[in-house]
Each structure stands twice: as C-alpha cells, then as structure tokens.
C-alpha cells in the first residue's frame, strides 16, 4: 500500500482489529486505539518531510478505478494545504482520545471504533480528488460523529444528535446533487466525458 492510503486507512484498520475483542477488556482496547493513533501521526510525519515544497501540482497522487462507467476512481493525493489539515488531523486525533481516556467509560469499544472511523473519514476527505469519492468519505465522517454525540454527547445528547443528522442529511443530499451535475457538465464540453474527477 502506499504512503497516502496507508495514512488515510490505518485508523480502519485498527478499528477492524478492535470488532473481535471482548468489549471487557477496556484497557487493551483503549491502548489499541492510542497505538494506530500514534501511528498514522508517525506516518503522515513521513508525508511532511517527503513534501516538496517548491512543486506544483499535486503529490503522493494514487489513481485507482472504481466505477469506470461513471468516470469515478479511488483518486487521492495532496497539496500543501492538505498536507497541513491531516497533519492536524492525526496530530489532534490522539490529543481527543487521551482526553477521553478516564471520562468514557460506557461502551468503550463502540467509543474507540468510532473514533478511528472518524479519524479515516476526516484523512480522506481531505485527500480525495474524485468529488464521489470525497463524498464517500464525507459521508463515512458523519455516520460515526453522530453516534458519538448520540451516545456519548451530554445532557440533550439525542435532541443535539437528531439536529446534526437533519441539517448534515439535508446537505449531503445537495452536495450529491451538485457533483452529479458536475459531471453531467464536464460531460457536455466539447469531446467531454461525465466524470467525478476533479483533475479533470
């Protein structure tokens, strides 16, 4: 795997690892958690130094096919901004979870999953150069923010969770409607194709 997906996806991969154990054995996984955290920081520390600064362009760029009849791909890869937006991510996502450390103590493996689902959701958003992709991953974010404020939110935790899952449900439905008509648009330009490909 390469570095970029191995960033965007180690979260997920510990939170796969976190599915089979006993939900008892709070200190393993709490432990786990931190560990692939810590981890995917390291990584994407390799992403900064490997940067080239005075480039143009995008960089650790990965191209896969996805849905080749609708022009969409797994196409990620960064630009300096981006590049600092996971550095934060997976700098701040370990700072949350230590904070978190004694204060959850219900459901503590749902907890660490979620959080590593986020962690993955918020990598790819910012690295995604295919708008359905990005929105995949968009959506991939969402799903575990709303069980954590569900969940584990405070004293109106189920009004505040409803309320998030309208407003970002409502959202989504209309960023889904403009990347379908983007692609619809790129595919009226003259020899013009329907793509989701933001290089494009």
């Known amino acids: 795997m390469r570095l970029l997906s191995l960033v965007i996806f180690l979260p997920l991969l510990g939170g796969l690892i976190l599915?089979?154990?006993?939900?008892?054995?709070?200190?393993?996984?709490?432990?786990?958690?931190?560990?692939?955290?810590?981890?995917?920081?390291?990584?994407?520390l390799f992403l900064y130094f490997g940067f080239?600064?005075?480039?143009?362009g995008m960089q650790?760029?990965?191209?896969?096919?996805?849905?080749?009849?609708?022009?969409?791909?797994?196409?990620?890869?960064?630009?300096?901004l981006s590049l600092l937006l996971i550095l934060l991510t997976t700098l701040l996502t370990p700072v949350a979870f230590l904070s978190s450390w004694n204060?959850?103590?219900?459901?503590?493996k749902e907890f660490v999953i979620m959080i590593l689902l986020l962690e993955t959701g918020m990598l790819g958003v910012f690295c995604s150069l295919d708008l359905?992709?990005?929105y995949v991953f968009w959506e991939a974010m969402l799903i575990p923010m709303y069980f954590i404020i569900g969940v584990w939110g405070g004293a109106n935790k189920i009004y505040a969770a409803l309320k998030f899952f309208l407003?970002?449900?409502?959202?989504?439905?209309?960023?889904?409607?403009?990347?379908?008509?983007?692609?619809?648009?790129?595919s009226t330009l003259p020899e013009g194709k329907f793509t989701t490909d933001l290089m494009l």
């Open 52 to 56: 080239n600064s005075s480039a143009m």
């Open 60 to 80: 650790y760029v990965e191209q896969q096919p996805w849905i080749p009849g609708f022009g969409v791909s797994y196409h990620v890869g960064i630009d300096g």
């Open 167 to 186: 407003y970002t449900m409502f959202g989504s439905l209309l960023m889904l409607v403009a990347i379908l008509w983007l692609g619809y648009y790129a």
């Open 103 to 108: 204060s959850i103590t219900s459901r503590v």
């Open 19 to 44: 599915v089979p154990l006993n939900k008892e054995r709070t200190r393993w996984i709490k432990w786990i958690g931190m560990i692939f955290c810590s981890v995917t920081f390291i990584a994407s």
């Open 132 to 134: 359905f992709l990005f």
